[in-house]
């Protein structure tokens, strides 16, 4: 097992593909063999069964297709299938037509973008996540803490430049947290009411809730009072123990992460979840990340409650990162898959993300034809992604309007809850 070069902790290598495809003669049913990580879940979720060679070889993906013409929701063992097939095109036209069929009657064509401004007042943290380039400690060259009056300029600067929504996330900084982001809120709140807060991973929520002994309710009661408006993805990684184990010892577990999503819910704030590919999972382990969002979301829909709007499966960049060179690094068929299988698996997600930040403009085109129904937005002042290395900060809307159009759909500019913005 090879060793992570700072931090001296083993990191597991995505060994190539973990089914292996066995063709019977002559046949086409796919026989599957399976290399599963056992990992921890939560009380309230589960452990899913491993698939034994004799329910997979019952699974086809002609059967598959079937389920999905007929609106049936897709098990686990049909994910895996649909993970281990290389029928890409017939998983394209799949994903497709659930994209259609989640659209409004009319919009089918639609891809949405938004005008957003990522905002990131520390980088100071105190995790130590091996893929992440943008933390700093406390005496670190390049650490900052944005003054409350900078950060509002900057949300201010970018709602003058069209922005409607303000991404805002950063490190776990002890002397960043629940005090200072209640004020940096109210003060945005105060200079410009119309630009919509997203803000704070459910990490971030945990961490103040830890540093001030309120339970997560409380702690998003108080940040919904002081302005939020909704809450991003972030901070999901790969749910499985072990992964998170070896690359971000430090963040909360699944259980708790899916827990304060569901709490947010039951205030009526919508959010998103993520997941960051290629640090060391396997396909499974993508998969059961899936179910469980798909789990969460259905409670948060029993209840009545808001839910998770967009899934947005992310690409680990590796520039200056702990794990580049460890781990077996993101294909663009990997990322394609994740587009197109989230797309099939998350029946009870409205929008699935290219996030062309992390895709690249060529990928995320593509995978509008895998599924995606939105490429997020202009991103001005993107920073986690550039520091390990992304192609490119943000861009202008017409180059994203043109991305979306040569793709064949039409751009659809929205505001963060999906309602169509004219200007
Ligand atoms: O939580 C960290 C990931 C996330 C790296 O909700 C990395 O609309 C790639 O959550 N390479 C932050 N990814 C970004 C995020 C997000 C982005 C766009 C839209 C939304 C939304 C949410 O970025 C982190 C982590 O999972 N990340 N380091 C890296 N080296």
New binding site residues.
């Given amino acids: 097992m090879p060793i992570c070069r700072k931090k001296n902790h083993q990191v597991n290598f995505l060994n190539g593909f973990p089914y292996q495809e066995l063709r019977a003669n002559g046949s086409n049913h796919k026989k599957l063999t399976y290399n599963f990580r056992s990992y921890k879940l939560s009380k309230t979720h589960k452990l899913m069964p491993p698939i034994t060679e004799k329910t997979a070889s019952k699974i086809s993906l002609e059967g598959i297709k079937e389920k999905v013409e007929s609106n049936i929701r897709l098990t686990r063992e049909d994910g895996l299938v649909l993970f281990a097939s290389n029928d890409i095109p017939l998983i394209a036209s799949l994903a497709t037509l659930v994209r259609r069929r989640k659209a409004k009657p009319g919009n089918e064509n639609f891809v949405w973008w938004n005008t957003?401004l990522?905002l990131n007042p520390t980088n100071i943290c105190i995790a130590n996540?091996s893929?992440?380039?943008?933390a700093r400690k406390p005496k670190e060259e390049g650490a900052y803490t944005m003054s409350i009056e900078e950060a509002t300029e900057r949300a201010i600067n970018g709602y003058k430049l069209g922005a409607t929504e303000v991404?805002i996330?950063g490190g776990l900084n002890p002397k960043a947290a629940l005090p200072y982001y209640s004020e940096l809120l109210k003060s945005i709140k105060k200079e410009v009411p119309a630009l919509h807060i997203?803000a704070f991973?459910a990490?971030e929520i945990a961490f103040f809730a830890k540093l001030t002994k309120l339970d997560y309710m409380q702690v998003l009661k108080t940040l919904k009072d002081a302005g939020l408006d909704s809450?991003?993805?972030?901070?999901?990684?790969i749910f499985a123990k072990s992964v998170r184990d070896e690359t971000c010892p430090d963040k909360i577990a699944a259980e708790e992460w899916l827990e304060i999503h569901g709490i947010a819910h039951s205030l009526g704030l919508r959010?998103?979840?993520?997941?960051?590919a290629?640090i060391g999972e396997n396909q499974a382990d993508r998969l059961d990340h899936m179910l469980l969002l798909r789990d969460q979301q259905d409670k948060s829909h029993q209840n009545n409650n808001a839910g998770f709007?967009?899934f947005?499966p992310?690409?680990?960049?590796?520039?200056?990162?702990d794990?580049a060179n460890l781990v077996e690094p993101i294909t663009g068929m990997d990322q394609i898959k994740n587009i197109a299988i989230s797309r099939l698996m998350l029946d009870n997600f409205d929008h699935v993300?290219a996030?062309w930040?992390?895709l690249g403009q060529k990928i995320a085109q593509i995978a509008l034809h895998f599924g995606a129904d939105d490429v997020?937005g202009t991103?001005v002042d993107?920073k986690?992604?550039n520091?390990?290395?992304?192609e490119k900060k943000g861009t202008q809307s017409e180059i994203l309007q043109k991305l979306i159009r040569d793709a064949g759909y039409e751009p659809v500019e929205r505001d963060?809850l999906y309602n169509i913005i004219q200007r």
């Fill in positions: 957003n990522h996540c893929f992440c380039a943008f991404h996330v997203k991973t990490v809450m991003p993805g972030g901070g999901a990684e959010s998103n979840a993520t997941m960051l290629g709007q967009t947005i992310l690409s680990c960049h590796y520039e200056e990162t794990i993300k996030y930040i992390q997020d991103v993107e986690i992604t520091a390990a290395g992304a963060t």
